[in-house]
């Protein structure tokens, strides 16, 4: 994906090409969940946060993660390097709440009618929190594949 997003509606592609498929691997302890505030249903978000982790065998390690954030715009490399800092943390709230506090420092939001720079800020601190949680709580509550 780093190679292909280049940034807000541009990716890497040439104005000749198109993307006809995308692979996603399966992982076993990996989930993810995604997290949206709008005024109202259907609107534009005021802000919107999504996670993907994947949890050691013992579902108490992050072994992989990564946090995205939308309409606060966000700072990519700020994003890959919260991602990245999360890796070998345990999966417990502190981590979370560590991650939401950076993913508030990531972003530069405007003030709109939708809201203050500041409040939406604060939104992708704790969409962040709640999307790597629900991402977490999801791992663990997934049964193990069951062997052939």
Same mark, same amino acid.
């Given at each position: 994906?780093?190679?292909?997003?280049?940034?807000?509606?541009?990716?890497?592609? $040439?104005?000749?090409?198109?993307?006809?498929?995308?692979?996603?691997?399966?992982?076993?302890?990996?989930?993810?969940?995604?997290?949206?505030?709008?005024?109202?249903?259907?609107?534009?978000?005021? $802000?919107?946060?999504?996670? $993907?982790?994947?949890?050691?065998?013992?579902?108490?390690?992050?072994?992989?993660?990564?946090?995205?954030?939308?309409?606060?715009?966000?700072?990519?490399?700020?994003?890959?390097?919260?991602?990245? $800092?999360?890796?070998?943390?345990?999966?417990?709230?502190?981590?979370?709440?560590?991650?939401?506090?950076?993913?508030?420092?990531?972003?530069?939001?405007?003030?709109?009618?939708?809201?203050?720079?500041?409040?939406?800020?604060?939104?992708?601190?704790?969409?962040?929190?709640?999307?790597?949680?629900?991402?977490?709580?999801?791992?663990?509550?997934?049964?193990?594949?069951?062997?052939?």
């Amino acid at each position: 994906m780093d190679e292909f997003h280049e940034g807000p509606y541009e990716t890497s592609l $040439a104005h000749n090409e198109m993307l006809i498929e995308v692979r996603i691997p399966l992982r076993h302890n990996m989930s993810n969940a995604y997290a949206k505030v709008e005024r109202r249903v259907g609107d534009w978000a005021v $802000a919107a946060a999504g996670a $993907a982790v994947t949890l050691d065998a013992d579902q108490t390690t992050i072994v992989a993660a990564r946090v995205g954030l939308t309409a606060v715009n966000p700072d990519g490399a700020a994003l890959r390097a919260l991602s990245d $800092a999360m890796v070998g943390r345990p999966a417990t709230e502190d981590t979370f709440a560590e991650a939401g506090r950076a993913a508030a420092q990531a972003c530069e939001p405007v003030s709109d009618m939708r809201g203050s720079a500041d409040y939406k800020r604060h939104l992708a601190s704790e969409l962040t929190v709640r999307t790597l949680r629900t991402s977490v709580e999801r791992v663990r509550n997934t049964p193990p594949p069951q062997g052939n």
